[in-house]
């Protein structure tokens, strides 16, 4: 499966944005999906993740209460909320699928990723 994410800007603290990671290729709706987030210098971490049917779904503990993700297979997309962010979340976020959300946070457990979009959030 091929993924494009989309979404990213530049926002002010306590603002809000959407990203979207678009599927093709193989059946994008069995695979339980993930985002990730990386800062220069630092290793790529988790931030959330979702079943392949939406009915589970998993948070970092930095972002629960403001980031929701979510998604619709009927257009092949997974989506992530994120309202109040702060200077924090500044990052190139990542879309990524996987088999199985069982190790929803071990960025091993991913077969294909995204290229990543640019958040900034700053005043």
């Known amino acids: 499966v091929q993924l494009q994410a989309s979404g990213g800007g530049l926002v002010q603290p306590g603002g809000s944005l959407r990203l979207s990671c678009a599927a093709s290729?193989?059946?994008?709706?069995?695979?339980?999906s993930g985002w990730f987030r990386q800062t220069p210098g630092k290793e790529r971490e988790f931030v959330a993740a979702?079943?392949?049917?939406?009915?589970?779904?998993y948070y970092v503990d930095s972002v629960k209460g403001r980031f929701t993700i979510s998604r619709d297979n009927t257009k092949n997309t997974v989506y992530l909320q994120m309202n109040s962010l702060k200077p924090e979340d500044t990052a190139v976020y990542y879309c990524?699928?996987?088999?199985?959300?069982?190790?929803?946070?071990?960025?091993?457990?991913?077969?294909?990723w995204g290229q990543g979009t640019l958040v900034t959030v700053s005043s």
């Open positions: 990524a699928a996987a088999r199985s959300d069982r190790n929803y946070a071990d960025l091993s457990q991913y077969n294909s």
């Open positions: 290729g193989r059946t994008f709706s069995v695979y339980a």
């Open positions: 979702i079943s392949w049917n939406g009915g589970r779904t």
